[in-house]
């Protein structure tokens, strides 16, 4: 028998604000404990709210990224529960009217994730205040309480249960948080928690048109752990269920270490939290106009930016785009046009899937190719996801901190393209450059350490002849047919020269020697 899983994930994304939603408190993250917590974030009796207007601006923009309807009005909520970090007893969220009501998100799926396109659909997105936080560390057996965290604004997210592995729900939690960062409303700092992931997942019998029962995991702060977490609910939802048990609804932590999930709780339902109006602040409405201008300040989207990557000639990219009205609305389709297709890269869907991970990529591939020309676009990608990427990755840094520029780079490509210097010493240089050697330009690292590209055929022609003279079997082995041979000759030359030789010159130069010797 074989097992469908279903996921749906709702996600809390940190708003980039400097104050909290309902106070005028700092937000900046690692302050003492309670340093950033003030009368309101510790309710004190008699204070009241006030709405951050920028987090609502922010909340708009993410639904105009991802084609939902704006509610105006929108009404917040008081969600009730005790916990020791809740000094107010309830947290105000949005419950009924949600400021952002569907909408979807493209992902790329399946192999090297660019092979087929799926729609995951969002529920609804809403604000709300994040609460404190309990540290149970060095408090002499104690357990202390900063609320430095409360009232932080976040924007809970969340997706219909659209997708059907593991590897989707990470894709969509990549593609969601590369949107957020992209459309600059949250620096989705994972090791900070703005960005954390609850997992809802069920399992059926591969054709039932009825859901599972969910268990859902909470606070997967890790895309890592997120898909560990999943791998593990549902192959234990299976086995419980093959063993004629039943699923009982909960919610469940990921103990990162064994890698397995343990219940918390039996699931709460809506009504043990009370919802009700808050009294405090009025329902929150949005003019056309507002809209109209958060639409203005919005970037070119990941998705639209992916296409015009791949885009080959300019009436197929505005057919591709206009087709996109179908699930975003034909307002905002239009709206990018504006960034039209001046120039053709016609890269493959995996450049550009990697170049439009995260938008400071995009830029500076962009930037780069602005300076080469778009004729070598494709040379830029592979320095950009390659050499550049490498080295980013090797500490998980986002290129914004690349010591070599985009026009250092492009520098440097420029200088292969005119053939003075040969890929392979251009990676040489590229390693000085990002080691910060000779203030880092590719011409002065070329010029002081004497790489220049030797095009030169005389000189290349005399150096042919001293390795054609220094290596006789060699050069026997391929007259008498050895094809192999020709590679070693190759090699001594680049070897003599120290890879500075134009290697299309001296294939060329040997060739016309060797073929003189074999048949002369
Ligand atoms: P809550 O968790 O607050 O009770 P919902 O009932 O609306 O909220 O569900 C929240 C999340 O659970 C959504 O992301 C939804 O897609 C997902 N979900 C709902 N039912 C299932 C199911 N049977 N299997 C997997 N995910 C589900
Ligand atoms: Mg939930």
Redesign the pocket.
Known sequence: MTWEI?????VHTQLLTQSKIFSGASTVFGGTPNAQACAVDIALPGVLPVLNRVAVERAVKFGLAVGAKINSPSIFARKNYFYPDLPKGYQISQYELPIVEGGCIKILTGRDNNEREKIVRL?RAHLEEDAGKSLHEDFHGMTGIDLNRAGTPLLEI????DMRSSMEAVTFAKTLHSLVRWIGISDGNMEEGSFRCDA???VRRLGDDK??T?R?IKNLNSFRFLQQAIDYESGLQISILENGGKIRQATVLFDADKRETHVMRSKED?HDYRYFPDPDLLPLEISQDLINEIMKSMPELPMWRYYRFIARDVDKYKLLIEKQTDIYPLQQSSAYLKFGVEEIYALSKYDATMLTADKSTADYFEEVVEIVGSKNAKLCANWVIGEVAARLNQNNEYITISPVSAKQLAELILRICDGTISGKIAKDIFGAMWHGEHGSSADTIIEEKGLRQISNSDEIRRLVDVVLIDNPHQVSDFCKGKEKAFNFLVGQVMKVTKGKASPAKVNEILQEKLDRKKHG
């Open positions: 279903v996921i749906g994930l709702e529920t969340v997706s219909e249960p809802n997942v069920s859901l599972g969910r859902e809506a």
